[in-house]
């Protein structure tokens, strides 16, 4: 059933979509964003270590249900398995109103300038990291998303202190608010890197640190990564530029909306997008732009399963590249042993990082910010951080867990992905969801060159412990299956050459003139930080673009 | 069956007889076995014997065992939820080691000192115990209770394990913070421990 029309649909409010909605409604657009999921509030922080975003051993509070919602998930063995959302492989993020910004740890990392150039940096002097791979550098660099990175910074609101950052690109602001006071182990971890030589400093976080935009500070608790903040002192999409887009009056937010198609006439324009409503009503919301910002595996998803006369491959996906280069990043540290106690139970507990590793390693295509983990949370500590010369139960473990939770510090870093063609989000055949719609099949592999830059990140986490005074130290290395995860990217590449791209530098689909993917699938790569705040950028840049550049009815 | 004259102690004789009547009236009707007083899914004597299980991965020493912990019950409590899938797992594990130790032991699983219990438990997750009772060996089994017994002890007291924020007291963390608090101390709440 048609719907009046709108100057733009919104497919996904993640950490993109809403900025997209809200630059376009401040200029008097009138628009409309569908959520496949529903939108919660403080009020929904269960502060429960067995049921949160990071660890689904009784499901996951934000999405999305575990019913109804399947994938299928090739191994490396060739083996098939249809997963649920909790079921290892399916690599969630969230399917709520924020997306992963309502539950994530909120480190607001800027891209290093050479992670947008991958190619121009590393071509000659490590070829092996081109074998096999689709490392390219991206259309756009670090200036052109610089004053994107800025404006997430002070308007979601960002605390930090990255003046202590030799290696980073140049900003024209410092961040808005000061670092939360530094932890036990930041104070440990500070004087190792200095005696390295290293350079540590405290992580940017899109987190009040002081009352800001009317919320208020953290309170420092120790559910934060995986949970929404009880205080909502934690800034994501949700609580930020959402409700400055909904106070216009020109934004419409439809929640537990799943998008089936976009709708294509035959000139090769798209005409709106057919969504399933909570009761699998059938609608369709006719629109001048469509934007899709459903995440790398479900934006490729969507447009694969728009196939049309005219796209019989589905949308975009002329040249078939809709879904490859599938990406996350290659998490690999150590954890260390302290004779002293470490633990303060502070919260977000991830404090201190450093840069130096993140380019200029020796015979190696890119690296790793390295930061201490997040506070730890019981269960999670005895499911991932034993040391591996003591039983997994019994006597010994348990002396091990009493003795021992409050002495480790985890350091790791999220090693930049080499990308890979046959790393894939393709459609199932046979499988579909509650509403009969094919279901996103991952297969691949990770290249080999990511596994030997994420040992050597590994080894110096080791050394960075070690010389913080760690009286053992243990690894945590990497598997060589598919990546993709919270931090999911490059499955719509942003290119200027149709045949070997997705979208163009301003994320429009080169095929269709009004279809835009803003989401971190046109990350050609991914950096060697946590995502989020890049993806913010370039959804400030694109809803820019596209509120000047746009033609409304 | 279990013959209770091979059995010591009044508790255990009445557990006997709930166990084997309820055995018989599954046998006799083709009806689920009867939960035990409190429980949702396990019948007394699979309580004891997942009591006993739980306590050998997370035996009792200074600080509470997983039995006391509540660790039963939070599996109990997902056995009729998010665990239902595992229910046939559970009740064919639990049958199998009590079979197992009376074949091997001459007495109930339940009933075996610490060290007997270590033993058999080893013997699994090496995946090395009798083919007939356990088709792999035991490791699935033994990574499922594990996994489970893990979660129960150290995860949210709403489950119903971690039982009066015993292993959080035991590692020394606070439970959670009371909503409007600026923070919670940890010296108040739990002593610093060494």
């Known amino acids: ?76 063995n060739g083996r098939e398995r249809v997963v649920k959302p909790s079921e290892p492989g399916y690599n969630n993020n969230a399917f709520c109103v924020g997306g992963g910004t309502l539950s994530y740890g909120a480190m607001a990392w800027r891209f290093h300038p050479n992670d947008f150039r991958m190619r121009s940096t590393y071509a000659s002097k490590v ?18 998303l610089e004053p994107y990175y800025e404006k997430a910074e002070w308007e979601i609101g960002v605390s930090g202190d990255v003046s202590g950052d030799p290696f980073k690109g140049p900003r024209r602001r410092p961040l808005p608010m000061p670092p939360l006071p530094p932890t036990r ?85 798209a005409t709106g997008v057919a969504y399933f409503d909570r009761e699998g009503r059938l609608w369709e919301q006719p629109a001048r732009y469509i934007v899709v910002s459903c995440g790398a595996i479900e934006s490729a998803r969507l447009l694969l399963n728009s196939r049309s006369r005219l796209f019989p491959q589905g949308l975009g996906n002329r040249f078939d590249w809709v879904g490859r280069n599938l990406q996350g990043h290659t998490y690999t540290g150590a954890n260390g042993l302290f004779e002293e106690i470490v633990y303060d139970d502070l919260g977000p507990g991830a404090s201190i990082a450093v840069c130096d590793y993140v380019h200029g390693n020796p015979g190696l295509a890119g690296g790793a910010m390295l930061a201490n983990e997040f506070i730890r949370l019981p269960y999670q500590f005895v499911s991932g951080i ?31 992905e080499i990308p890979v063609f046959e790393s894939r989000v393709t459609l199932d055949p046979k499988i579909r969801d509650r509403f009969g719609i094919p279901v996103a099949r991952l297969s691949g592999y990770r290249h080999p060159h990511t596994i030997e830059v994420s040992e050597y990140m590994a080894e110096r986490a080791a050394e960075w412990l070690r010389a913080s005074g760690a009286v053992k130290v243990w ?38 003139d009004n279809v835009y993917v803003v989401d971190a699938s046109v990350h050609v790569t991914n950096g060697a930080y946590n995502p989020v705040l890049t993806i913010m950028a370039i959804a400030y840049r694109a809803g820019d673009h596209l509120a000047r550049e746009g033609r409304r009815a | 069956m279990i013959p209770s004259s091979q059995i010591g102690g009044g508790s255990l004789k009445r557990r006997t007889f ?59 409590i997902q056995l009729t939820r998010w665990f239902r899938k595992h229910q046939s797992d559970y009740r064919a594990a639990l049958s199998a080691i009590d079979r197992w130790s009376w074949s091997r032991r001459g007495r109930a699983f339940a009933l075996l000192p610490l060290a007997e219990r270590e033993e058999l438990l080893v013997q699994m997750e090496k995946g090395k115990a009798p083919r007939d009772l356990f ?31 015993a292993s959080w007291k035991m590692i020394g963390v ?13 010296a108040e709440t739990f002593p610093e421990r060494s």
């Open chain 1, 1 to 76: 059933m048609p719907l009046p029309k709108v100057d733009a649909v919104i497919i996904g409010a993640g950490a993109a979509g809403p900025i997209v909605a809200k630059e376009l409604a401040f200029v008097g657009w009138r628009v409309v964003l569908l959520e496949k999921g529903r939108w919660y509030t403080p009020a929904d922080c269960r502060k429960d270590d067995l049921r949160n975003q990071r660890n689904p051993t009784l499901g996951y509070p934000f999405g999305p249900e575990e019913e109804g919602n399947p994938r299928v998930i090739v191994e490396l």
């Open chain 1, 127 to 144: 070829p092996r990291a081109f074998e096999n791979s689709t490392l390219e550098d991206w259309p756009i660099g670090y200036e052109d």
């Open chain 1, 185 to 269: 182990e930041h104070e440990i971890l500070e004087k190792g890197a200095r005696r390295l030589g290293l350079h540590p400093f405290f992580i940017p976080m899109l987190r009040n640190s002081v009352p800001y935009h009317g919320r208020p500070a953290c309170m420092r608790c120790r559910w934060c990564v995986g949970f929404a903040c009880e205080v909502d002192a934690k800034n994501g999409t949700q609580n930020t530029v959402l409700p400055m887009a909904l106070a216009t009056g020109n934004l419409e937010l439809r929640t537990e909306c799943s998008a089936k198609e976009i709708l294509v006439d035959d000139h090769g324009r």
């Open chain 1, 386 to 416: 034993r040391d591996p010369d003591v039983p997994r139960w019994g006597r010994a473990h348990k002396e091990f867990v009493r003795r021992a939770y409050r002495r480790i510090i985890p350091v790791q870093g999220p090693t930049q």
């Open chain 1, 475 to 512: 690894l945590r290395r990497a598997g060589r299956g598919l990546s993709a995860g919270q931090h999911q990217a490059g499955t719509c590449r942003m290119g200027r050459d149709p045949k070997t791209s997705v979208v163009d530098p301003w994320c429009r689909i080169h095929d269709v």
């Open chain 2, 18 to 76: 709930l166990a084997s009547s309820a055995a018989a009236a599954a046998a006799g009707c083709g009806r689920k076995p009867a939960a035990a007083p409190g429980y949702r899914f396990l019948t007394p004597e699979e309580a004891d014997t997942l009591g006993a299980w739980v306590d050998t991965l997370i035996p009792p020493d200074e600080d509470p065992g997983a039995r006391e912990a509540g660790v039963v019950h939070y599996i109990d």
């Open chain 2, 135 to 165: 088709p792999d060996g035991g490791r699935a089994a033994f990574d499922l209770v594990l996994a489970h017994a893990m979660q129960g002890f150290y995860g949210n007291p709403r489950h119903g394990g971690n039982r009066g924020y």
């Open chain 2, 174 to 186: 606070p439970p959670m913070p009371v909503r409007g608090r600026e923070h919670y101390s940890a």
